[in-house]
């Protein structure tokens, strides 16, 4: 299982505006991927950072729904918002 961790810090409201304006609908499309386990995207006590958890079921459907992702709506509106993101393999036992 891949599992991502970390945070979108986006610099102005505008950018928040963004996040909050395509947000459903990119939670919604990556909800359908094929091996997402779970996927949130919550806004924190600042208005302007979000906390970020996906859970994909193997590396080839996390890099899959980051090839969306890049290509999407949302990829390219929130571009330059800065990610700082950790991504972990867990191992099932």
Same mark, same amino acid.
């Given at each position: 299982m891949i599992v991502l961790t970390g945070i979108l810090r986006? @610099? /102005?409201?505008?950018?928040a505006d963004i996040v909050r304006r395509l947000l459903p609908e990119h !939670? =919604?499309? /990556?909800? @359908? +991927? /094929?091996g997402c386990l779970a996927f +949130?995207? /919550?806004? !924190? $006590? $600042?208005?302007?950072? %979000? =906390?970020?958890?996906e859970q994909f079921s193997d590396r080839e459907t996390f890099d899959a729904h980051q090839q969306r992702t =890049? #290509?999407? #709506? %949302?990829?390219? #509106? !929130? =571009? #330059?918002i800065v990610r700082e993101y950790e991504i972990t393999e867990?191992? @099932?036992?």
């Open positions: 986006c @610099a /102005t409201q505008a950018e !939670t =919604r499309l /990556t909800h @359908a +991927e /094929t +949130e995207v /919550t806004v !924190t $006590d $600042d208005p302007l950072i %979000w =906390r970020v958890e =890049r #290509a999407s #709506a %949302w990829g390219e #509106a !929130t =571009r #330059a867990v191992n @099932a036992k």
